[in-house]
T-cell receptor, first 110, second 117 residues
Framework: EDQVTQSPEALRLQEGESSSLNCSYT??????LFWYRQDPGKGPEFLFT???AGEEKEKERLKATLTKKESFLHITAPKPEDSATYLC???????????FGTGTSLTVIP | GAVVSQHPSRVICKSGTSVKIECRSL??????MFWYRQFPKKSLMLMAT?????????EQGVEKDKFLINHASLTLSTLTVTSAHPEDSSFYIC?????????????FGPGTRLTVL
């Protein structure tokens, strides 16, 4: 069964304190792994797509990496505006559905 | 590019009435759209896959007769919650992507907050 687990569930960081969010997945043939950011009361905002182990993508203070079993979202020197819930999703070759993790709620304190 | 809109953003209705939510891809065509439901502080739960010109594919446990999905064109899918009850109150979000058959990146609408009194 395809499964996505994110950790930690919640994370509080001081402004400038770098950290990483984890997304572990079990999928029968990974087509793609996706990271999204969601602010309260809004739809998820697309961040990155990763397709193969060893791939990395960067955008401002965020960097996503992928291995055969997990993905990390590294946040370097976060700012309060980075506070949001970060969602990870996987898509298998066997279908087009996205399977989402439960997310990590990030709070960056000034 | 890749903008998805939803309407309405918020709706309050009485128990027993039906509510229609629209999802539009504004700058691309989408043969496949997805409908999700999200409970407070919970992740997205896929309800159904909406296919242009054919019947929607529903996830296990989702009532087809209660959540009617119509994908009449390549830019519009609608979700109708029929005979809504308080337990149907939730945040409904749609997604679409320019990729073929819903593959690759999905872009999400802003969501619709449904409250059933």
């Amino acid at each position: 069964e395809d499964q996505v687990t994110q950790s930690p569930e919640a994370l509080r960081l001081q402004e400038g304190e770098s950290s990483s969010l984890n997304c572990s997945y079990t999928v029968s043939g990974l087509r793609g792994l996706f990271w999204y950011r969601q602010d309260p009361g809004k739809g998820p905002e697309f961040l990155f797509t990763l397709y193969s182990a060893g791939e990395e993508k960067e955008k401002e203070r965020l960097k996503a990496t992928l291995t055969k079993k997990e993905s990390f979202l590294h946040i370097t020197a976060p700012k309060p505006e980075d506070s949001a819930t970060y969602l990870c999703a996987v898509q298998a070759f066997t279908g087009n559905q996205f399977y989402f993790g439960t997310g990590t709620s990030l709070t960056v304190i000034p | 590019g890749a903008v998805v809109s939803q309407h309405p953003s918020r709706v309050i209705c009485k128990s027993g009435t039906s509510v229609k939510i629209e999802c539009r891809s504004l700058d691309f065509q989408a043969t496949t759209m997805f409908w999700y439901r999200q409970f407070p502080k919970k992740s997205l739960m896929l309800m159904a896959t909406s296919n242009e010109g054919s019947k929607a594919t529903y996830e296990q446990g989702v009532e087809k007769d209660k959540f009617l999905i119509n994908h009449a064109s390549l830019t519009l899918s609608t979700l109708t919650v029929t005979s809504a009850h308080p337990e149907d109150s939730s945040f409904y979000i749609c997604s679409a992507g320019p990729g073929l058959a819903g593959l690759d990146e999905q872009f999400f609408g802003p969501g619709t907050r449904l409250t059933v009194l």
